[in-house]
């Protein structure tokens, strides 16, 4: 499976801005898609994730109520709409494939990771 990332950009506190993330390859069955990010400086940290046959979806409380993860079936493709972004959530995001549906939080849970697009939340 490979992914693909896009869809970042610069925007300002409080904007709005959709990650896309097309997977190129079958998705099926126990797969967990996510999303993660890499502040500048820390390490990577989970945002969100989706579980592709159910949907059901888990969210990092820093990003609940402004986050929303959703997968398109027919696309392969997973979106991560950001809302009323802060300061705090400039970073790289990447969208990662766990296919034997395991921790939905654990990075190295995940064994397919897109190439990250760069998300910068200016005041």
């Known amino acids: 499976v490979q992914l693909q990332a896009f869809g970042g950009g610069v925007v300002q506190a409080g904007g709005s801005l959709r990650l896309s993330c097309a997977a190129c390859?079958?998705?099926?069955?126990?797969?967990?898609m996510g999303w993660f990010r890499q502040p500048p400086g820390k390490e990577r940290e989970f945002v969100a994730a989706?579980?592709?046959?159910?949907?059901?979806?888990y969210y990092a409380d820093s990003v609940k109520g402004r986050f929303t993860i959703s997968r398109d079936g027919p696309k392969s493709t997973v979106y991560l709409q950001m809302n009323n972004l802060k300061l705090e959530d400039t970073a790289v995001y990447y969208c990662?494939?766990?296919?034997?549906?395991?921790?939905?939080?654990?990075?190295?849970?995940?064994?397919?990771w897109g190439q990250g697009t760069q998300v910068t939340v200016s005041s």
């Open positions: 990662a494939a766990d296919p034997e549906g395991g921790f939905y939080n654990y990075v190295f849970a995940y064994h397919y």
């Open positions: 989706i579980t592709w046959t159910r949907g059901i979806t």
């Open positions: 390859g079958r998705l099926f069955g126990n797969y967990n």
